[in-house]
């Protein structure tokens, strides 16, 4: 009965279940194992003639980079299901990871730093560094990469985001135009450490990822996500063997860049006001919230996104002068192709 089962639980049974389902399929594929949970999946009749050998990987699906967003787990085990059964008919390689499963073990979202700022770093100091190491060796010999995330508050709709590439433009609207787009660009290489699709971006590939919803094993997000698995990989075929994939009858989702990032002020307290969730519209002069009596408001309209509230009161009911993150909340505006940059 996994309904009963409390979320540790269930988070350990989908990870022992992608691990007999790795072993499962091996007998039907050829599977290559890079380190503990992370494979590719390379059909056993696969034709080798138009790859470049070090780039042998046409599509790599990630979950669990953040260890609390677990439905993207579930999306692989569903995927890996069907490819046993014979479903689902494998032409390509694909590479299959786990990113931060010692923080999926402990339901938190990372153990010593954020795997997500953890790729193209030196140091291997952390857990979250030699795993960075471990996923990077999938990274270089993939030509794209499907990120699954999650977000932990409320929200109505997944959708993309990725820094922008004209190729990762092309393949989120190929496998679910209907999904929105947040895409950003002119931020430099950050010395604190990249993300999945920024990494492989920087690499000769291209990553994108999707958030799905609300953390948690979501039947509905799941079946989504097993859509986009399905649909992506029709996609990267046809691209590998030359053939045209019938593009989707759906009407495309808006497209989104950053229109205001507003940074938290000094304080550990609570700033916003009740009730930001993202994709909650706010309007110009809008207020967001309130610090020491002034108003906090947005200076342009649209979506806003990754609210930030506090986590605790503090025992002595003081908040101290540190900001519980660098963000308060961004402001997202509307776009459309024309105001993307050329060069990228
Ligand atoms: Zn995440």
Not at 17 to 41: C, K, M, N, Y
Not at 188 to 217: A, K, R, Y
Request: hydrophobic fraction near 40%; glycine fraction near 10%; charge should be neutral.
């Amino acid at each position: 009965m996994s309904e009963n089962l409390n979320p540790l639980a269930k988070v350990e049974q989908e990870i022992l279940r992608f691990d007999q389902l790795i072993e499962d399929i091996s007998g039907l594929f050829a599977v290559e194992t890079l380190a503990p949970r992370i494979h590719i999946i390379h059909p056993k009749a696969a034709r080798r003639t138009h790859r470049a050998p070090d780039r042998d990987v046409n599509l790599t699906l990630m979950a669990i980079i953040h260890g609390v967003e677990v439905a993207g787990l579930a999306i692989l085990n569903e995927l890996l299901a069907a490819l046993k059964s014979g479903q689902l008919p494998l032409e390509v390689s694909i590479g299959l990871a786990l990113g931060n499963i010692a923080a999926a073990q402990k339901g938190v979202r990372f153990v010593d730093r954020d795997l997500n700022r953890s790729f193209g770093r030196e140091s291997l100091d952390t857990i979250e560094d030699r795993r960075a190491d471990d996923l990077e060796t999938l990274l270089a010999r993939s030509e794209r990469l499907i990120d699954f995330h999650q977000v932990r508050l409320k929200i109505d709709r997944p959708f993309w985001i990725f820094p922008y590439s004209k190729n990762g433009y092309k393949l989120a609207r190929a496998v679910a135009p209907e999904v929105s787009i947040i895409t950003h660009w002119g931020k430099g290489f950050s010395q604190e450490g990249q993300c999945s699709d920024e990494w492989l971006n920087h690499h000769g590939g291209n990553g994108v990822t999707m958030e799905l919803g609300q953390n948690g094993f979501d039947p509905a997000q799941i079946a989504m996500g097993l859509g986009v698995v399905k649909k992506a990989l029709a996609v990267v075929t046809a691209a590998h063997f030359g053939r045209r994939e019938r593009p989707s009858k759906n009407p495309p989702a808006p497209l989104y860049t950053w229109g205001e990032i507003v940074a938290y002020p000094p304080t550990g307290g609570p700033v916003l006001d009740e009730g930001w969730h993202n994709f909650k519209m706010v309007t110009a002069g809008g207020r967001l919230g309130q610090f020491n009596g002034q108003e906090v408001c947005a200076s342009v309209s649209g979506p806003v996104l990754f609210p930030k509230y506090p986590d605790k009161i503090p025992a002595n009911g003081v908040y101290g002068d540190k900001a519980p993150a660098a963000e308060l909340i961004r402001i997202l505006k509307v776009i459309d192709e024309r105001d993307l940059p050329a060069d990228k």
